[in-house]
């Protein structure tokens, strides 16, 4: 599903990158390190992240703490 993601994002098909990146949110379990690292780093996700979506989705999801630069 993130795959999915990461392919509508690179497209710039925005609507669908966001259904099926809360579609793999949904799956995958709170906190699991690898979906965490690969939002937080990827680059194919970076048409998403200036998108006010981006952030409510996280929070939605209790990943609020993503959107933190380090």
Do not use: C
């Amino acid at each position: 599903m993130y795959d999915m993601t990461q392919l509508y994002a690179t497209r710039g098909e925005k609507e669908q990158a966001f259904e099926w990146l809360d579609k793999a949110l949904r799956r995958e379990a709170p906190g699991v390190r690898g979906l965490v690292r690969m939002i937080r780093y990827d680059p194919l996700l970076d048409p998403l992240r200036s998108d006010a979506r981006f952030g409510a989705l996280l929070r939605q999801h209790n990943m609020a703490s993503l959107l933190e630069t380090r």
